[in-house]
């Protein structure tokens, strides 16, 4: 006879809660489950900030930023998901990405929260082909910080 499998208490990704035989309250992790699922499925966050916001709605998502203010402060980097008044964070994981809906643009998690610059635009001048190559370069750089852009291999 096979032995029977042994399921952590939770989700290895995202850290969803998982259901035990004879476990009481049982519609409380689930329900708890299928926030974290809906908060994060769109993978957006509202915005960064440090505290939480005076006013929220229910499964609004923010990436705490550091240094972080109470309750947030044992939080930096996590993403703070507002669940029945209250907060629940997610521990980002290496090449999480996430779109911040306030400054427009993606982050991604690569030790920690990067977000790709723009390039400097080549002005019109003698040096354009080296500003133009410059550009090309910065470009490519931001592209490999986000991971759409597989590092140069030699």
Known sequence: MTEPIAFPSSTSNVGLPLLFA????KE????QALVLVDALSPKAVTG?????PVNVTDGECYRVTA????PWSAYPDHI??????SWHFVAPTEGMMVFE???GHWLCYRAGWKSAPAPAIPANGANVDVE????????IAA??????????TL
């Not at 004879?22 to 309250?25: F, V, Y």
């Not at 409380?28 to 329900?31: K, L, R």
């Not at 133009?132 to 470009?139: G, H, P, S, T, Y």
């Not at 592209?143 to 140069?152: I, K, S």
């Open 28 to 31: 409380f992790f689930v329900n």
């Open 143 to 152: 592209l490999q910080t986000l991971g759409l852009l597989a590092p140069a």
């Open 48 to 52: 960064s900030m440090a505290k939480p």
């Open 22 to 25: 004879g476990q009481a309250q």
């Open 67 to 70: 240094p972080s203010a109470e």
């Open 132 to 139: 133009a190559r410059a550009a090309l370069q910065e470009l």
């Open 101 to 103: 809906r306030s400054a």
């Open 80 to 85: 703070a998901i507002a669940i029945g008044g």
